[in-house]
């Protein structure tokens, strides 16, 4: 819950919030905007949403065509991930030095956290670029952004399970029973969604296109789900802005 600031001449205080509430409106903002795009689409931009170069019937829009095929969906989204962004790089320097902090006597352990944090920046900043390039303003730059943001979300996500498990943070059952079992089903979607795409563009059979639409919703689902157990890992944690006490003052 947001708690109001304390008065200057108590604690110092400016500003008080807790990591929970964080965690859960820097995950409402793209889901928001996620549902709010697909279900426009459905109901007033229905054709040009569906609209597959195999020109079978289809019942579904894409992501892509969802968040950037039109006004005002593209809008919603762009705003949403924008809103959002800067949030998510500071949750990605919060687990980095969370995982530093954390004691491993293995000498890849420290290669692992950078290379955990680094994923994770690159999984935003590739988010960013295929939200504000469109696919139907850069089908190149978005594509291949697209590629990046799943290969550095996987990656990212396989990471953080090896981190938790060399940590033994495996004994927190809940948020590492989470973690696995989210980039499994993640890993899973993706893998089938691939394949569902191939025979879409190879064989051009009504509906499949949708079935691939709805496997790419479980995969943002579910990454939006796995930085949600952001909640259990730092759930005693708060977000404070504060005067510095005086005698570590410059």
């Not at 969370?98 to 290669?111: A, F, K, M, V, W």
Request: charged share 15%; hydrophobic share 45%.
């Amino acid at each position: 819950m947001f708690q109001v600031p304390l008065p200057l001449d108590r604690d110092g205080t400016l500003f008080r919030l807790r990591f929970t509430t964080l965690a859960v409106g820097t995950v409402c903002c793209p889901l928001f905007g996620f549902l709010f795009c697909v279900i426009w689409s459905l109901f007033f931009h229905f054709n040009e949403a569906t609209d597959t170069h195999c020109k079978v019937p289809n019942y579904l829009p894409s992501i892509s065509a969802a968040i950037g095929g039109a006004t005002p969906e593209r809008y919603m989204w762009r705003l949403c991930i924008g809103v959002h962004s800067a949030p998510r790089f500071l949750v990605a320097v919060v687990y980095w030095n969370h995982y530093r902090s954390c004691h491993c006597p293995r000498p890849i352990y420290l290669r692992l956290c950078n290379a955990t944090f680094a994923l994770n920046l690159v999984e935003n900043f590739a988010l960013l670029l295929l939200t504000y390039v469109s696919s139907s303003e850069n089908y190149a730059i978005h594509e291949y952004a697209f590629i990046i943001f799943i290969a550095a979300a996987l990656s990212h996500m396989f990471l953080t399970c090896v981190l938790w498990r060399m940590t033994k943070k495996h004994t927190e059952r809940k948020s590492y029973k989470w973690k696995q079992q989210l980039f499994g089903f993640n890993f899973l979607t993706f893998s089938v969604a691939v394949c569902v795409y191939f025979r879409h563009n190879w064989y051009c059979e009504p509906g499949v296109y949708t079935v691939f639409a709805f496997l790419e919703y479980l995969v943002v689902l579910s990454n939006m789900a796995f930085h949600m157990t952001a909640w259990w890992d730092f759930g005693n944690k708060e977000l404070v802005v504060s005067s510095q006490p005086e005698d570590k003052r410059f």
